[in-house]
């Protein structure tokens, strides 16, 4: 089993920055070849793909975040980071990290075997 626990959201006016941080606990060392991502859900919309990483470290990014946001993970620490610049107000949402058994990360939240509680983020104009 892994447990991820997310940090590092807030509020922010736009134009600003946010870096979000997923720890692993548990059978972390599966994490090093482990597909995994970041997620977002605003009220009343479905959980959204916003960036993924695969065990090799090869990124995907939503067409919505790219250049603005990035993925990257620390191995030894077992730690997934999404740094966030030039934030906008509809990037207000709960953003989630997430795991799977695969070392291919996918866009798609089904694909997942292992989720965080959530981090708020909120972007005032």
């Known amino acids: 089993q892994v447990q991820l626990v997310e940090s590092g959201g807030g509020s922010v006016q736009a134009g600003g920055s946010l870096r979000l941080s997923c720890a692993a606990f548990?059978?972390?060392?599966?994490?090093?070849?482990?597909?995994m991502g970041w997620f977002r859900q605003a009220p009343g919309k479905e959980r959204e793909g916003v960036a993924t990483i695969n065990s090799d470290g090869s990124t995907k990014y939503a067409d919505s975040v790219k250049g603005r946001f990035t993925i990257s993970k620390d191995n030894a620490k077992t730690i997934l980071y999404l740094q966030m610049n030039g934030l906008k107000p509809e990037d207000t949402a709960m953003y989630y990290c997430a795991a799977s058994h695969l070392t291919i990360a996918t866009m798609s939240p089904t694909g997942y075997n292992y989720w965080g509680q959530g981090t708020q983020v909120t972007v005032s104009s």
């Open positions: 548990g059978y972390t060392y599966s994490t090093y070849y482990m597909g």
